[in-house]
């Protein structure tokens, strides 16, 4: 069993690192570090597709060898729009802390007026 995990060891890593990601994004109240677990989980989803679409004597696919379809670029895409996604939290993040001196999540919605009793 052991022996498989070293064999594989990019999904491994990927998959500790998704675990990681997803913990931290559940169990912190504050707002940048929730961020950053979600960005850690982007970085293990994109190392577990980058380690299974590896082929050995491959180039990149940048419109190499006549490669020009959508498949090749789904990756490179969702890398733009995950970094894309975080500007935008961040900036939110930036917007909620002027308003309410606070990255608490729960703070924010004690201070909000929208708690749920």
Known sequence: MLDKLFINYEET????LFCIG???MLLNKNLIKKIIGMDIMDTAVYLFLA????IKGR?????VDGIQSVEAYMVLTGIVVSVSVSALMLALSIRLYYRYNTLNL????ALSGKEEV
């Open 13 to 16: 890593v990927s998959v500790i």
């Open 51 to 54: 380690s299974q679409g590896y």
């Open 22 to 24: 997803f913990s931290t």
């Open 106 to 109: 729960d703070e924010i919605i």
């Open 59 to 63: 180039t990149v696919p940048i419109v």
